[in-house]
């Protein structure tokens, strides 16, 4: 995989599958997303996990930047289609899929690891997830 810098769409699977994207239907985009995370957020799968890994990151950034507090995917190598609003359950399976590239790491996550950018690299990583998944402020209740 070429990879040029720390962003979700920065590294040519990536950039292929918003290539993709733009050439699918609204509900063939949705499609496309769901299932490349719903393959990295399968633990048993560690074939497509390994290969689905850029993609899934890129899938959360979609799925994030239409969350409270995400940040547009700005980047030339991105979708230029405008993405369909996506159903609560994608942000599900897109917390999974980043949290499976974590917890037991795949190749994608060794590579910036070992690199002097893998610090920003995680960053960006938990940037999405806690978008994704905010904490959620406990409520007091006044009995």
């Known amino acids: 995989m070429g990879t040029w810098d720390i962003g979700p769409f920065d590294n040519d699977d990536a950039a292929d599958f918003a290539d993709a994207l733009d050439d699918a239907s609204a509900q063939d985009r949705m499609e496309l997303i769901g299932a490349v995370l719903e393959r990295v957020a399968d633990p048993t799968d560690d074939d497509s996990r390994l290969s689905d890994a850029p993609r899934a990151v890129a899938a959360a950034a979609l799925i994030a930047a239409q969350c409270p507090g995400g940040v547009a995917v700005d980047s030339g190598y991105g979708p230029k289609t405008p993405m369909p609003q996506f159903p ?56």
Request: net charge neutral.
């Open 88 to 143: 609560a359950y994608l942000r599900d399976l897109a917390i999974k899929a980043l949290d499976g590239l974590i917890m037991k790491p795949t190749w994608l996550a060794e590579a910036w690891n070992a690199s002097p950018e893998g610090t920003k690299w995680r960053r960006t990583i938990a940037d999405l997830r806690a978008v994704l998944d905010p904490p959620q402020q406990e409520t007091l209740l006044g009995l």
